[in-house]
């Protein structure tokens, strides 16, 4: 059934798909259908930053950055769900068109630019939201905020979302915010990590209720930057990190019509960047902070060769495009078996 209507979906530009796959979504939880076609995959609970997740396949943020759809997604039979990027200011993001497919090699390149409807219109989604599942909520800085001003967006965000999330994520890694990954490194990094536990310590006093933050970094540092981050992040008392983003780098899609886009590359041709960055964070955090793998995750056994890798959870986003929600069970199933 999927595979028809990915069929009818791939004829649309990849924005007006996106969207009108989410709509379509929408109407069919609402009028109860997707039980009929849906399989939620068999009860596996695993317990990560304090929270039990029911099983330990998520969605990854990006497919629904203001949570409009939050019902719909939660109803597939995602361990857990992410929304956003949400920044503080709503902002329309990059010139269209800013995605594109590359079938062939089962990938996507986008070059979205954070946009959203900002804070006050995620927030009113959360509330209102009938899915009781566990919702991470993302967040990033304005396009036009300096880097030397980036920490002030983060502690916005995540004082504004903290009351409604059940862990927030810190997006320091999108190729596709002029500056942004400049954050991930030397002491950029640790006064922004330094900046968002700091925040987080507050908000747990006002709230009396204790969010997890993980950190979400990119695929194309080397094994210097990787060990890096990973000490900084222990040094931080942050909870988690999540690897990987997107990729800058062309090399697996040479000669494709699309290669010269700029965007970040994801789907197959990140699989293999994002499993040398969580074997290179585990080598240094083994178990002490957990890692939330994701990045070329298109059958089983990608979902699976992360978890042997070190990483607790997954989450799917190009993969989930390409396979449909059957890939939510297929993973499942297979990290099952590998445990």
């Given at each position: 059934m999927y595979a028809l209507v990915r069929n009818i979906l791939f004829r649309l530009s990849p924005e007006q798909a996106h969207n009108i796959a989410l709509s379509g979504l929408d109407l069919a939880?609402?009028?109860?259908?997707?039980?009929?076609?849906?399989?939620?995959?068999?009860?596996?609970?695993?317990?990560?930053?304090?929270?039990?997740?029911?099983?330990?396949?998520?969605?990854?943020?990006?497919?629904?950055?203001?949570?409009?759809?939050?019902?719909?997604?939660?109803?597939l039979g995602f361990g857990f769900i992410e929304v956003g990027t949400v920044t503080p200011l709503a902002q329309p993001g990059n010139p269209k068109p800013r995605m594109f497919r590359l079938p062939e090699h089962q990938a996507i390149i986008n070059r979205m630019g954070f946009n959203n409807e900002g804070l006050e219109h995620l927030i009113a989604n959360v509330r209102s939201r009938r899915y009781r599942?566990?919702?991470?909520?993302?967040?990033?800085?304005?396009?036009?905020t300096p880097n030397e001003q980036s920490e002030q967006d983060y502690?916005?965000?995540?004082?504004?979302?903290?009351?409604?999330?059940?862990?927030?994520?810190?997006?320091?890694?999108?190729?596709?915010?002029?500056?942004?990954?400049?954050?991930?490194?030397?002491?950029?990094?640790?006064q922004l990590l330094h900046a968002i536990k700091d925040e987080q310590t507050k908000c747990q006093a006002r709230q009396n209720r204790y969010v997890p933050i993980a950190v979400k970094i990119a695929p194309d540092m080397d094994d210097e930057g990787i060990r890096f981050v990973a000490h900084?992040?222990?040094?931080?008392?942050?909870?988690?990190?999540?690897?990987?983003?997107?990729?800058?780098?062309?090399?697996?899609?040479?000669?494709?019509?699309?290669?010269?886009?700029?965007?970040?590359?994801?789907?197959?041709?990140?699989?293999?960047?994002?499993?040398?960055?969580?074997?290179?964070?585990?080598?240094?955090?083994?178990?002490?902070?957990?890692?939330?793998?994701?990045?070329?995750i298109t059958d089983g056994e990608s979902?699976?060769?992360?978890?042997?890798?070190?990483?607790?959870?997954?989450?799917?986003?190009?993969?989930?495009?390409?396979?449909?929600?059957?890939?939510?069970?297929?993973a499942a199933d297979a990290i099952r078996k590998a445990q």
């Open positions: 939880s609402k009028a109860g259908l997707l039980k009929a076609f849906v399989r939620s995959p068999a009860p596996a609970p695993v317990k990560v930053m304090g929270l039990e997740f029911p099983n330990p396949v998520g969605l990854a943020a990006g497919l629904d950055k203001n949570g409009d759809h939050i019902d719909a997604l939660g109803a599942g566990i919702l991470g909520i993302n967040v990033g800085k304005n396009k036009d502690r916005k965000g995540i004082a504004a979302v903290y009351p409604y999330a059940d862990y927030i994520t810190v997006n320091v890694s999108s190729p596709n915010t002029p500056g942004l990954r400049d954050l991930q490194f030397g002491d950029s990094l640790k900084a992040l222990l040094d931080s008392g942050l909870d988690g990190v999540i690897a990987t983003n997107t990729t800058i780098s062309r090399e697996a899609v040479k000669g494709h019509v699309h290669e010269q886009e700029a965007g970040g590359l994801s789907g197959t041709p990140v699989r293999e960047g994002s499993l040398r960055v969580i074997r290179g964070l585990y080598e240094v955090l083994g178990d002490r902070l957990p890692i939330i793998g994701v990045g070329g979902a699976a060769e992360k978890i042997r890798a070190g990483a607790k959870l997954v989450q799917l986003y190009t993969g989930f495009i390409y396979r449909g929600p059957a890939l939510i069970e297929e």
